[in-house]
């Protein structure tokens, strides 16, 4: 069998033969960083930056709380059932999930060992920054120190702030590129805080490599205190 280009944005890219393999590469298959399924051994490889290809397994990404069900014999190429919330595997109007093709194209065997509930949660989002700062609200808009957030490597940030004072305060999140913040932006507008309230900021993706808090008395000469904490995640 000849190498087949499905397409750049499918999983896989090509499918090929085992006999299309040759000092582990395919001629033709050029494209760094992309899958190849080969389909009579129903192995998985990606083609590294020499064009060998490497063994890879297909990434399985499960987050939530969910049931595990029973394993039903008598259903050929079904070997596990995944009922998410409430319901019993197999029973009518039960929406189920089977796992397949994970493990080189082969059905994943999955044991429950007994148990009736099992949470599956994805790998952790590496916190890779964070601040926590207490500061006192003046008449003008002001810096929190050491509420500066660097994002240059990371993706999300978010920030609380948590007014701890007794009187009510506004705090203004800024970005920018430059790490003095020469070229801040405002992100999230002015918002006032009251006595023991707390307010948020995020963003998912995060446009800009620097972040800062600042504060001021919603009223002059009634100070008030920020407690901002934030942090960034990879």
Not at 42 to 58: A, C, H, M, R
Not at 74 to 82: E, K, L, T, Y
Request: no cysteine.
């Amino acid at each position: 069998m000849a190498l087949n280009f499905i397409s750049l944005e499918s999983t896989p890219t090509y499918i090929a033969t085992s006999d299309d393999v040759v000092d582990s590469k395919i001629a033709g298959a050029n494209l760094i960083g992309k899958t190849v399924y080969i389909t009579d051994i129903k192995s998985w490889y990606v083609i590294g930056k020499d064009l060998n290809l490497l063994e890879y397994t297909l990434p399985v990404n499960l987050t939530g709380d969910i049931t595990v069900g029973t394993v039903d014999q008598g259903s050929p190429g079904v070997n596990a059932w995944f009922v998410a919330g409430a319901g019993v595997a197999g029973t009518p109007d039960t929406h189920v999930l089977s796992v397949q093709g994970i493990a080189g194209g082969e059905p994943l065997e999955v044991s429950t060992g007994g148990l009736t509930n099992a949470e599956l949660r994805s790998t952790p989002v590496p916190i890779i920054g964070s601040v926590n700062a207490i500061q006192t609200s003046t008449n003008d808009s002001t810096l929190v120190v050491g509420a500066t957030l660097s994002a240059w490597s990371g993706l999300s940030v978010s920030y609380t702030v948590v007014n701890t004072g007794d009187d009510t305060i506004s705090y203004i999140v800024y970005g920018g590129n430059a790490s003095d913040l020469s070229d801040k932006v405002i992100i999230q507008a002015s918002t006032d805080i009251l006595s023991g309230a707390t307010s948020s900021y995020s963003a998912f993706v995060a446009p800009f490599s620097y972040y800062a808090v600042f504060i001021e008395s919603k009223v002059d000469d009634t100070p008030g205190e920020a407690t901002v904490r934030g942090v960034v995640k990879s």
